[in-house]
């Protein structure tokens, strides 16, 4: 089955259909959030993930539930088109998460590559995108999608970027 989704922070109860009480709840990840043991009531934490959450009545009887902690959306600032006919750079900066991330591209078209014709770093909450090669005419408009991921939350932001062929 499909895991029950709430935000970072969120609370929710669960609750049983039948059983015999007193039931006890745990939960198999804490580092998503916590559960109260006689009552239900589930807190999620700052840190995205999926836990088991199990129900076990006064007979033995057990029933679980997935539940899945979404991350946050990062924030990013920055333009989103790149028009020009030289090499650029773009400069994508974080206004929220940790500053501890990861940065990747995936690019439309399979002949404009990183390393080749852009490179991706990362400077704290900063991620610099720099195009070295513009697309080629057969190559057509390029979009870049930009992937940033906090990896202390979990928290994922992205942004594409159209970057326009040289016309060569």
């Given at each position: 089955t499909n895991p029950i989704q709430i935000g970072k922070a969120g609370d929710l109860t669960f609750t049983t259909l039948g059983g015999t009480t007193p039931v006890t709840w745990s939960i198999s990840n804490t580092?998503?959030?916590?559960?109260?043991?006689?009552?239900?009531?589930?807190?999620?934490?700052?840190?995205?993930?999926?836990?088991?959450?199990?129900?076990?009545?006064?007979?033995?009887d057990t029933a679980t539930a997935a539940i899945e902690v979404l991350p946050a959306l990062?924030?990013?600032?920055?333009?989103?088109?790149?028009?020009?006919?030289?090499?650029?750079?773009?400069t994508a900066t974080l206004t929220s998460?940790?500053?501890l991330v990861t940065a990747s591209v995936a690019s439309s078209v399979t002949t404009y590559i990183e390393d080749t014709d852009f490179t991706v770093a990362v400077a704290a909450n900063?991620?610099?995108?720099t195009i070295t090669d513009l697309p080629e005419l057969l190559q057509g408009d390029v979009t870049l999608t930009l992937t940033i991921t906090d990896t202390v939350g979990?928290?994922?932001?992205?942004?594409?970027?159209?970057?326009?062929?040289d016309g060569t």
């Open positions: 580092t998503v959030g916590a559960i109260v043991t006689d009552t239900g009531v589930f807190t999620a934490t700052a840190f995205a993930g999926t836990a088991t959450i199990t129900v076990v009545d006064a007979v033995g990062l924030v990013i600032e920055g333009p989103n088109i790149i028009d020009t006919q030289a090499a650029s750079t773009y998460g940790s500053a900063v991620v610099t995108l979990g928290d994922v932001g992205a942004v594409v970027i159209s970057v326009l062929n």
